[in-house]
C-alpha cells in the first residue's frame, strides 16, 4: 500500500487563501462506518431519485459511490477488488455513451467537416475511455491533469471523468441541435420537468463524497478541503464585484456577438429562453440555487484546487455544449471569474455569484 495514503491523525493548519490538496491528511478512524452510513444514504437517495423520476439524482449518487469505493481502496487494500468492481463502469460507460455519439451521427443531418469531426473524435474518446483501465496511461493522465508525481483510485476516477467531459467538447457540440431539439420545441420549457432539489442533493453528494467525508476526512475538514466558509466583509464586497464583472462580461459580449455574428446570437437567445421558458418566481430562485451550489462546489469546490484554475474553466465551458462556440467561449470566461474568486476568497463566495448572476439572467432573459 501506498504511504502516502497512510491515515495521518494530525491536520496542518491551512491558511485562509489556501485549500488543501485532493487527498491530504485524514480525520476519520471509522472506515467501515463511514462506508455503511454511505451506502445507506447512496440506496436510499438512488431509490427515490427512480420513484419520482429524478434520474439526475440517482445518477449522481451512483458516482458518489464510486468516489467513497476508491476513497476506502485509497486508505485499505482490503476494498480494492470493490472498487474494481464499480469502478469499471466508468470506462466502460464512457466508451459505450462516445459509441452512441458515433451511432447518432451516422444517422443524422450532419455533413461534411462536423460530420466528420463528431465521428472522428468520438471514436478517439471511445478508444480512450478504455485506456484509461491501462495503469500506465492512466497515471501520466492524472500526472498531467493534476499536476502531482503520486497517483491513487480516487485521483485516477477523477482523471477519467475529467478527460471524458473535455472530449465530449465536440461531438456535443455538433450534435446538441439533435438531441436538444424536443426540448426547443416543448412550450413547458426544459427546466419545468427538473426536480431542482433533487440535483441540489446529487451535487452534494458527489462533492462531499469526491473528497472523502465520512472516509478520510469528518465535517469540518470536508467543508475547508471544499472552501465552504464563512463569507467575511471583505467576501461581500467581492461577491458585489463579480456578479457585477460577470454581467459586464455577459452584456458586452452579447453586443458583440449581435453584431458580429448575429445567426449564434439567434441560436444562444433561443436556448436560453428555452431554458427559462415557463419558470415562475420560485424555480428561477431555485434554479439559481441549483446551478449556483450544485456547479460551484462540484467544480470550484472539488475540483479547481486539483485541476487548476484554467482547465476548470475549459472543463466548465465544455460541459455547456448546447450553447454556440461563442457562447461556450463565453461561459468560460465566466468560469475564470468564478475561479478566481474561489481562489481568492472561498467556494461559498463563488456560490452566491454563480446564484446571483443566474437569478437575474433568467429574469433579464
Not at 485499505?76 to 466508451?95: H, I, K, M, N
Request: net charge negative; charged share 15%.
Amino acid at each position: 500500500m501506498d504511504p502516502s495514503n497512510q491515515v495521518s491523525s494530525e491536520v496542518p493548519s491551512v491558511p485562509e487563501d489556501e485549500t488543501p490538496p485532493f487527498d491530504e491528511t485524514p480525520r476519520m478512524p471509522d472506515l467501515r462506518r463511514g462506508l455503511v452510513i454511505w451506502l445507506s444514504v447512496i440506496g436510499v437517495a438512488g431509490t427515490v431519485g427512480l420513484l419520482i423520476g429524478a434520474q439526475e439524482l440517482s445518477l449522481m449518487v451512483v458516482l458518489a459511490g464510486l468516489f467513497v469505493a476508491a476513497q476506502a481502496a485509497d486508505l485499505d487494500e482490503r476494498w480494492t477488488l470493490f472498487y474494481w468492481l464499480l469502478g469499471a463502469v466508468v470506462p466502460v460507460a464512457g466508451c459505450l455513451g462516445f459509441a452512441a455519439l458515433v451511432t447518432l451521427a451516422r444517422e443524422s443531418e450532419l455533413s461534411g467537416p462536423a460530420r466528420m469531426a463528431t465521428i472522428g473524435v468520438s471514436i478517439f474518446a471511445a478508444l480512450a475511455s478504455l485506456l484509461t483501465v491501462v495503469r500506465p496511461f492512466i497515471d501520466e493522465l492524472v500526472s498531467l491533469l493534476f499536476r502531482t508525481e503520486g497517483s491513487s483510485h480516487t485521483l485516477r476516477l477523477g482523471a477519467r471523468l475529467v478527460l471524458m467531459g473535455l472530449l465530449f467538447a465536440v461531438p456535443g457540440y455538433f450534435m446538441a441541435p439533435d438531441l436538444m431539439r424536443d426540448m426547443l420545441d416543448d412550450q413547458a420549457g426544459f427546466f419545468d420537468r427538473v426536480s431542482f432539489g433533487a440535483e441540489v442533493v446529487g451535487y452534494l453528494a458527489v462533492a462531499f463524497a469526491s473528497v472523502g467525508y465520512l472516509i478520510r476526512r469528518d465535517l469540518a475538514a470536508t467543508l475547508e478541503r471544499l472552501g465552504l466558509r464563512r463569507i467575511s466583509l471583505a467576501h461581500v464586497w467581492m461577491i458585489c464585484a463579480g456578479v457585477l464583472a460577470i454581467l459586464v462580461l455577459n452584456s458586452g459580449a452579447d453586443w458583440a456577438q449581435q453584431r458580429w455574428f448575429p445567426a449564434l446570437w439567434q441560436n444562444d437567445h433561443r436556448i436560453n429562453e428555452s431554458l427559462a421558458r415557463g419558470l415562475g418566481f420560485g424555480r428561477v430562485i431555485m434554479l439559481g440555487i441549483t446551478a449556483g451550489v450544485g456547479e460551484e462546489i462540484t467544480l470550484r469546490g472539488a475540483l479547481q484546487p486539483r485541476l487548476g484554475l484554467v482547465l476548470t474553466a475549459v472543463l466548465f465551458a465544455a460541459l455547456h455544449v448546447q450553447y454556440s462556440w461563442f457562447g461556450m467561449i463565453v461561459v468560460g470566461l465566466m468560469g475564470l471569474v468564478l475561479g478566481l474568486i474561489r481562489s481568492r476568497s472561498n467556494t461559498t463566495a463563488s456560490i452566491a455569484v454563480h446564484t446571483i448572476y443566474d437569478i437575474v439572467a433568467v429574469f433579464a432573459s
